[in-house]
C-alpha cells in the first residue's frame, strides 16, 4: 500500500506567520491529493482538493501545491482560528489513506 | 444543502457488535457512495471502507475485511456500517462521509462515539 508521510508532525508559529506542512506520497498520486483540518472535537473538513484546488467557503490564505509524491500545504499568514490538526489523504483509489497529521498551535 | 446524521453514541462489550447508521439529505442519495472513517482517542484518521449507494459495491482495508459489513437503504437514504467482534481497540469516533469515485471526502457525518468496554 502506498504510504503517506507529513512532516512535521507538530508545528508552532505565531499569528501572521507563514507555515507550509508537507505531505509524501511512497509512490506517485498524480494530484489526487486532499488536505482536511480538524479543530479539537470537531469533524473534520476539507480545505483543498486535486492538490491545489481550494474547497468551496475556504480562507484564501489556505493554498496547495504539488503532483506526484511531493504535496505542501501552506497557510500565507496565520491566523488564531487555524490551530488544528491537519491531515493530508490520497483518494484516487483503494485503500484511502490518510497521513498521520500535523498538529498546528499558536506559539 | 448536504446532511449526513449519524447514530448516538453507543458502549459495547467486548466480542459484540456494532452497528452505525448515517442518514443522508440534500442530494440524490444514489450519485454518491459512502465512505467509513474512524479516529480513536487522540490518533489519527483511519479509512475502514466505501460503499457505491448506486450498485452496493463495498470495498473495504484489508485491516476490517470479515469483520465490517456496509449496506445503505435507498428507501430511507441510509448507510450503515457493521463491525463485528468488537474489541477495546475499537473503542474511537466513527464518521460517515460522502464519496464519489476519485473524489475527496466533501461532506462528514457529526461522528458516533462508540466505546467498548466490559
Known amino acids: 500500500d502506498i504510504q503517506m508521510t507529513q512532516s512535521p508532525s507538530s508545528l508552532s508559529a505565531s499569528v501572521g506567520d507563514r507555515v507550509t506542512i508537507t505531505c509524501r506520497a511512497s509512490q506517485g498520486i498524480s494530484n489526487y491529493l486532499a488536505w482536511y483540518q480538524q479543530k479539537p472535537g470537531k469533524v473534520p473538513r476539507l480545505l483543498i482538493y486535486?492538490?491545489?484546488t481550494l474547497q468551496s467557503g475556504v480562507p484564501s490564505r489556505f493554498s496547495g501545491s504539488g503532483s506526484g509524491t511531493d504535496f505542501t500545504l501552506t497557510i500565507s499568514s496565520l491566523q488564531p482560528e487555524d490551530v488544528a490538526t491537519y491531515y493530508c489523504q490520497k483518494y484516487n483509489s483503494a485503500p484511502i489513506i490518510f497521513g498521520q497529521g500535523t498538529r498546528l498551535e499558536i506559539k | 444543502q448536504v446532511h449526513l446524521e449519524q447514530s448516538g453514541a453507543e458502549v459495547k462489550q467486548p466480542g459484540a457488535s456494532l452497528k452505525v447508521s448515517c442518514k443522508a439529505s440534500g442530494y440524490t442519495f444514489s450519485s454518491y457512495g459512502i465512505s467509513w472513517v474512524r479516529q480513536a482517542p487522540g490518533q489519527g484518521l483511519e479509512w475502514m471502507g466505501w460503499i457505491s449507494v448506486y450498485n452496493g459495491k463495498t470495498k473495504s482495508a484489508q485491516k476490517f475485511q470479515g469483520r465490517v459489513t456496509m449496506t445503505t437503504d435507498t428507501s430511507t437514504t441510509t448507510a450503515y456500517m457493521e463491525l463485528g467482534s468488537l474489541r477495546s481497540d475499537d473503542t474511537a469516533v466513527y464518521y460517515c462521509a460522502r464519496w464519489g469515485w476519485n473524489d475527496p471526502f466533501d461532506y462528514w457525518g457529526q461522528g458516533t462515539l462508540v466505546t467498548v468496554s466490559s
Open positions: 486535486a492538490a491545489s
